[in-house]
């Protein structure tokens, strides 16, 4: 949360110069509070995993946030119980009558496949059509990353020689972004995942601006130049075990696999890995939900008109 200082305290400039977010008297008196409306949209096989996940990250703030979990009608989950999906989850014809201050797009097993033969990808295209004047700003994750990428401004996922499998380093490229207030100069992020981005389509596009990348794993954060779109290749919400689990699935599934990169010590699986994300991990999501969606939501959201919701 900003800290709240007299509106012309020299402190100020230096603060702001140096990417410490200060919030004026001014500000602050005329800012109304009310709890954030926040969409999940859940892709993945195992829902009640990346629930907790994204859950974790999104409630260590003190904000208070009202959570809807959404899934596809397209698609039947397999690796979740019906009654689970009955009690917790709604679908896009439930709300698409409302607004929200944020949605989180998960990733999902899928990107081998061509987008348009993905079994909900109509769906998935419905309902980012729909984001676009139903809420504010969308933070989109690995492959709900790169479908977002491609609906939204055509850029194309590519095939990568093996899979992108482990922990990587990754730079800041625009130290003055919120999105990475408090970040080191270099930081780490699990990535597991078959396709990419490349860095030349992202530039290419007047309307987006790359982030962050990584020697290794490539691009990791693009966003829209409105702040209405972020996009992160990587999972900076994953659990300590996340990769070792996936690793030991494909090990027992008779697949041909190296362990996971910079994850084990000495690239030994016996070992227990060390966990070298958790911290930026949390103050990316922190970030995202306070200065792109706490700080920039209108406080009546249907106030807006849809064009204004374009554009604000």
């Known amino acids: 949360m900003p800290i709240k200082i007299a509106n012309s305290l020299p402190a100020r400039t230096t603060l702001e110069n140096e990417n410490i977010f200060v919030m004026t008297e001014y500000r602050a008196m005329h800012q109304d509070i009310r709890p954030l409306k926040l969409l999940i949209l859940n892709l993945m096989p195992t829902k009640i995993t990346t629930e907790t996940q994204l859950l974790r990250k999104l409630s260590n703030t003190p904000l208070q946030i009202e959570i809807d979990l959404l899934q596809t009608v397209s698609h039947v989950a397999k690796n979740v119980d019906k009654s689970h999906l009955e009690s917790f989850y709604t679908s896009f014809d439930q709300i698409r009558d409302q607004q929200y201050d944020g949605m989180i797009i998960t990733g999902a097993p899928v990107e081998n496949l061509e987008f348009e033969a993905v079994d909900y990808w109509d769906e998935l295209c419905d309902i980012m059509t729909w984001s676009r004047t139903n809420v504010y700003c969308t933070l989109h994750i690995c492959w709900g990353a790169q479908a977002g990428l491609y609906f939204h401004y055509g850029i194309p996922k590519r095939s990568l020689p093996q899979k992108l499998f482990g922990v990587y380093e990754h730079t800041v490229l625009k ?114 939900l306070n200065y792109y969606v706490y700080q920039s939501t209108p406080y009546n959201l249907r106030s807006l008109t849809p064009e204004q919701r374009k554009t604000k």
């Open 175 to 288: 130290k003055t972004s919120p999105f990475f207030r408090g970040f080191d100069d270099v930081f780490s992020v699990p990535h597991s995942r078959y396709t990419e981005v490349w860095e030349k389509d992202i530039l290419a596009v007047d309307a987006l601006e790359l982030l962050s990348v990584s020697e290794e794993a490539g691009v990791f954060a693009v966003k829209s130049k409105d702040n209405r779109h972020f996009f992160i290749m990587g999972h900076p919400e994953y659990d300590p075990d996340t990769l070792a689990l996936e690793y030991q699935r494909d090990i027992a599934a008779g697949k041909s696999i190296a362990p996971p990169e910079h994850y084990f010590p000495g690239d030994d699986p016996s070992k227990a890995p060390v966990v070298s994300w958790r911290s930026h991990g949390q103050l990316l999501y922190t970030n995202w």
